[in-house]
């Protein structure tokens, strides 16, 4: 593993599990200082724990992005422990099973609230501390194509979008602001309920025949803090497998077969 972080310091919010674990992981051995956080202390110190043993660096602040003070905490709490910050990941995130005809206003904030204001607010704290660095937003495949009853997590995810190009245009030109869009992810979240049946329809519906691990978007999430995507800001990249090539499921081959052959 090469070290692009070595001597930098990486936040990222929502990083006691999932997919904020493996970007958390993968950033503390490419070098990096990492901060973990979450609401869940047990988890988060488990995660910094497991960092620290596997020879990297990382403590963990616990985070209610749904609490202005506490998330700039989190911030400060990073530049105390490590004097800055080089990188911030807002990956934190949560949904609601509603359609926009059921939604409620309590649904509405703990979405919003959690998955798009603590995202500006967490990045407008922390571009205070750059001189130079870069800001990565995980978005997710429903900010393109969505389907019933995941709203406003759907709205919510297509506003993160346009929130990294303004804050691109805002921040720059020393701090650079990309998206990552995820799609299908095998997380205990999404996995809990899903039969064997089931996962191997949804891998056969997936032009590159698996549904995705959280080390499939801890990569690229990678590569756009690195210096190496120095020329790229205000964009986002779909990390979904190639599901937003398809037009009609019925029209797919079995895409898991065909790996398998």
Same mark, same amino acid.
Request: glycine share 10%.
């Given at each position: 593993?090469?070290?692009?972080?070595?001597?930098?310091?990486?936040?990222?919010?929502?990083?006691?599990?999932?997919?904020?674990?493996?970007? =958390?992981? /993968?950033?503390? !051995? #490419? &070098? %990096?200082? +990492?901060? @973990? *956080?979450?609401?869940?202390?047990?988890?988060?110190?488990?995660?910094?724990?497991?960092?620290?043993?596997?020879?990297?660096?990382?403590?963990?602040?616990?985070?209610?992005?749904?609490?202005?003070?506490?998330?700039?905490?989190?911030?400060?709490?990073?530049?105390?422990?490590?004097?800055?910050?080089?990188?911030?990941?807002?990956?934190?995130?949560?949904?609601?099973?509603?359609?926009?005809?059921?939604?409620?206003?309590?649904?509405?904030?703990?979405?919003?609230?959690?998955?798009?204001?603590?995202?500006?607010?967490?990045?407008?704290? =922390?571009? /205070?501390?750059? !001189? #130079? &660095? %870069?800001? +990565?937003? @995980? *978005?997710?495949?429903?900010?393109?194509?969505?389907?019933?009853?995941?709203?406003?997590?759907?709205?919510?995810?297509?506003?993160?979008?346009?929130?990294?190009?303004?804050?691109?245009?805002?921040?720059?030109?020393?701090?650079?602001?990309?998206?990552?869009?995820?799609?299908?992810?095998?997380?205990?979240?999404?996995?809990?309920?899903?039969?064997?049946?089931?996962?191997?329809?949804?891998?056969?519906?997936?032009?590159?025949?698996?549904?995705?691990?959280?080390?499939?978007?801890?990569?690229?999430?990678?590569?756009?803090?690195?210096?190496?995507?120095?020329?790229?800001?205000?964009?986002?990249? +779909?990390?979904?497998?190639?599901?937003?090539?398809?037009?009609?499921?019925?029209?797919?081959?079995?895409?898991?077969?065909?790996?398998?052959?």
């Amino acid at each position: 593993m090469t070290e692009r972080f070595d001597g930098r310091t990486a936040i990222v919010t929502g990083s006691t599990r999932g997919i904020g674990e493996s970007i =958390a992981r /993968r950033l503390a !051995d #490419e &070098g %990096a200082s +990492v901060v @973990v *956080s979450g609401r869940t202390v047990e988890e988060g110190e488990a995660v910094a724990t497991a960092i620290r043993e596997a020879g990297g660096e990382a403590s963990f602040v616990r985070t209610d992005m749904r609490d202005p003070e506490s998330t700039e905490g989190l911030i400060e709490g990073a530049v105390e422990r490590y004097g800055g910050v080089d990188v911030l990941v807002n990956n934190a995130a949560v949904e609601t099973n509603t359609g926009a005809d059921e939604a409620t206003r309590e649904d509405w904030d703990l979405v919003v609230e959690t998955d798009f204001r603590g995202y500006w607010l967490c990045a407008r704290e =922390a571009v /205070r501390h750059m !001189d #130079e &660095g %870069a800001v +990565v937003n @995980v *978005s997710s495949n429903h900010a393109l194509l969505t389907m019933p009853e995941m709203f406003p997590y759907n709205a919510v995810k297509s506003g993160i979008e346009g929130m990294t190009r303004a804050m691109a245009l805002d921040f720059g030109p020393g701090v650079r602001v990309n998206a990552v869009a995820p799609g299908w992810i095998a997380v205990d979240r999404t996995m809990r309920e899903t039969s064997e049946e089931r996962r191997r329809e949804l891998a056969g519906i997936h032009p590159v025949g698996r549904i995705g691990e959280p080390e499939d978007v801890a990569a690229p999430v990678a590569f756009l803090a690195s210096d190496e995507a120095g020329y790229i800001t205000g964009a986002s990249l +779909v990390v979904d497998g190639g599901r937003t090539a398809v037009m009609q499921d019925d029209t797919l081959p079995d895409y898991a077969t065909r790996r398998e052959e």
